[in-house]
Antibody, heavy 117, light 110 residues
Framework: DVQLVESGGGLFQPGGSLRLSCAPS????????MHWVRQAPGMGLVWVAR????????DYADSVRGRFTISRDNAKNMLYLQMHSLTVEDTAVYYC??????????WGQGTLVTVSS | QSALTQPASVSGSPGQSITISCSGT?????????VSWYQQHPDKAPKLIIF???NRPSGVSNRFSGSKSGNTASLTISGLQTEDEADYYC??????????FGTGTRVAVL
């Protein structure tokens, strides 16, 4: 079975940094586009970033471009989201998701990031 | 890129059919056949239920169906059941920021 396990969330101060991780299993990770999607408490889903299978192409939502970096290590079977210059608006559950052809096939359980002083 | 527009809530009685709309523009819904729908129960991860406008993944009930006309996509749930109570989100590939989600619709089964 496909599994995606996110980690790295917690309580962080405004202006701070953190790195989220996503550990995939049950599928050939190195062949898949991967995404991060976030959901603020009580709010809707928002696409954050994507990365191609080789790790050579990335795209970002306007709200995080220049502050967040998506990356992957296919040798270690890991997906990452490096987050800098955190603001309270970055408070959300962050999901990693596998990408089929223009859809989000499988989702992790999410990891909560809270930005507060 | 603004979120796609969905009604905040839709309700129906068991056995009824309901339809959720998802309104976008020619840069997203109207420009691509890449609309997908997700079901999210409280405190759970989203689940893909429709992709490429009208296709169901294996294992998803055929009570869920999707369609598109112009810049608006729709999700229909027929034979409404209590377990269908959840939030539903549409998404579309876009010409600008890759993907945009809808604002979300809460479905209540009365």
């Amino acid at each position: 079975d496909v599994q995606l396990v996110e980690s790295g969330g917690g309580l962080f101060q405004p202006g701070g940094s953190l790195r989220l991780s996503c550990a995939p299993s049950g599928f050939t990770f190195r062949d898949c586009w991967m995404h991060w999607v976030r959901q603020a408490p009580g709010m809707g889903l928002v696409w954050v970033a994507r990365i191609n299978p080789e790790g050579s192409t990335t795209d970002y939502a306007d709200s995080v471009r220049g502050r967040f970096t998506i990356s992957r290590d296919n040798a270690k079977n890991m997906l990452y989201l490096q987050m800098h210059s955190l603001t309270v608006e970055d408070t959300a559950v962050y999901y990693c998701a596998t990408a089929g052809n223009y859809r989000f096939d499988q989702w992790g359980q999410g990891t909560l990031v809270t930005v507060s002083s | 890129q603004s979120a796609l527009t969905q009604p905040a809530s839709v309700s129906g009685s068991p056995g009824q059919s309901i339809t959720i709309s998802c309104s976008g523009t020619s840069s997203d819904i109207g420009g691509y056949e890449y609309v997908s729908w997700y079901q999210q129960h409280p405190d759970k991860a989203p689940k893909l239920i429709i992709f490429d406008v009208s296709n169901r993944p294996s294992g998803v009930s055929n009570r869920f169906s999707g369609s598109k006309s112009g810049n608006t996509a729709s999700l229909t749930i027929s034979g409404l059941q209590t377990e269908d109570e959840a939030d539903y989100y549409c998404t579309s590939y876009t010409s600008s920021v890759a993907y945009v989600f809808g604002t979300g619709t809460r479905v209540a089964v009365l």
